[in-house]
């Protein structure tokens, strides 16, 4: 069990292995988001990003505020639709689908918000919030509802006199173990967590970090964490992708990733991740120097070279070669293998 003094440390207490045999159930190959800011500018939030996550795996997105991440889980869940490349689920491509595809779609991939305070409206009692989504996908016998719901409020700890209150009205902890009970009221396959624990102290987020894994092995969900937390991702994740300026710029095995990162980017952030460990402060990304560069305008040539300690002539001037994600361990870095 995680507990809260083993979040503030970069160790270990339950290794995860990557699923044998591999299977993927999500492929993205290509996959391109940018979205206009005016006066003939174009913001390029995803561009070019492929990746495979296998059934029953965890894998972890982490990177700085802005790089794409929040905007790659949207695209994927087809909340915004890509501007080209393929996004392939379960063996169906599912790019700009709708209509009644989509809604087929949304039974099998949920979503865990970030806020719990957010993701309920505060005029609407938090019962009337579980009934309304499975009522939405023809669930229309209130029984059937009702026993559903139960059932899922005890799979996350909770007892069922929480329904009759408003969000106002309980604890953040309370919140979040709630998103997730409606986040599995559809019995979805595949879930993205946005940050699922940033907005709870460590004995919450411990809680919370222990249900995920509880729920992950005994549902058979496939996760993708969005973390700026390496020892959250480290915990819980059997791999791990690096994200900067809408780019994959790592994906690794966890251990592997954690233990011979190949990306100066990636050396960045496991370093900042110690730092953080040891003066005990609560963000990570601060400890990278210098801010990244504007979406609208990225850098030619390598996207880090202009805070890159290592940067030669040639991370100037041209792109790295991008590698399939079926490739164990890649990084975009014309020096990775050094």
Known sequence: ????????????????QRPRPYEPLLTLDGVVKHFPAGRGKTVHSVDGVSLEVGKGEVLGLVGESGCGKSTLARTILQAVTADSGHITFDGQKISGIK??????????????FQDPYGA????????????????????????????R??????????EDDILDRYARECSGGQL??????RALLLKPKFLICDEPTSALDASIRAQILNLLVELKDQLDLTLVL?????????????????????????????EELFTNPRHPYTRVLLAASLAEE???????????????????????????HPRCPL??????????????PGDDHYATCHFSDQ
């Open 226 to 254: 969005i973390s700026h937390d390496l020892r959250v991702v480290r915990y819980l994740c059997d791999r791990v992708a690096v994200m900067y300026l809408g780019q994959i710029v790592e994906e690794a095995p966890r």
């Open 99 to 112: 209509g009644r595809e989509l809604k087929a779609l949304r039974r099998s991939m949920q979503f865990v």
């Open 149 to 158: 719901i139960a059932e899922m409020l005890a799979r996350v700890g909770l």
């Open 120 to 147: 309920f409206d505060p005029k609407m009692r938090l019962g009337a919030s579980l009934h309304s989504p499975l009522r939405h996908h023809g669930m229309k016998d209130q029984a059937e509802r009702t026993a």
């Open 311 to 324: 940067a030669q002539d040639i991370c100037r001037t041209t792109v790295p070669p991008v590698a399939w």
């Open 278 to 304: 040891q003066q005990g402060t609560d963000t990570i990304i601060t400890r990278l120097k210098g801010e990244p560069p504007s979406p609208i305008d990225p850098p030619s040539g390598c996207r880090f």
């Open 1 to 16: 069990m995680i507990t809260p003094a083993s979040i503030q440390a970069v160790e270990v207490s339950q290794p995860r």
């Open 176 to 181: 979040q173990r709630l998103v997730i009970a």
